[in-house]
């Protein structure tokens, strides 16, 4: 059983920068680790993932060049940097994480994975 506990989450204008974090409970080795998002009455998308070991990373296009996913196994935390934000990134924020997900890559639908935290909210404004 994995815990996982979101924080990080406020209100930016466009342009600015966040950190979200997702603390885990448990190794998460041979895991994959991943961000959704789902804005009000949309689907909870992938936006980005990370795979331990070798810390492959995945995301989605439209973050690309302005998101990185990170994870730091000595404080069992993984992060999500977000820059350059846009009103159209506001949504509520999850963490997740699979066991023996393959790929690990963001278009992989959210019911393939076993624990999730419980969301923190990013509403940038412009």
């Known amino acids: 059983q994995v815990q996982l506990v979101e924080s990080g989450g406020g209100s930016v204008q466009a342009g600015g920068s966040l950190r979200l974090s997702c603390k885990y409970s448990?190794?998460?080795?041979?895991?994959?680790m991943a961000w959704f998002r789902q804005a009000p009455g949309k689907e909870r998308d992938g936006v980005a993932t990370?795979?331990?070991?070798?810390?492959?990373?995945t995301y989605v296009d439209s973050v690309k060049g302005r998101f990185t996913i990170s994870q730091d196994n000595a404080k069992n935390t993984v992060y999500l940097q977000m820059n350059s934000l846009k009103p159209e990134d506001t949504a509520m924020y999850y963490c997740?994480?699979?066991?023996?997900?393959?790929?690990?890559?963001?278009?992989?639908?959210?019911?393939?994975?076993?624990?999730w935290g419980q969301g923190t909210q990013v509403t940038v404004s412009s």
């Open positions: 448990a190794t998460t080795y041979g895991m994959c």
């Open positions: 990370i795979y331990t070991p070798g810390g492959r990373t």
């Open positions: 997740a994480a699979a066991r023996g997900l393959f790929p690990c890559a963001t278009f992989m639908p959210w019911e393939r994975y076993n624990y």
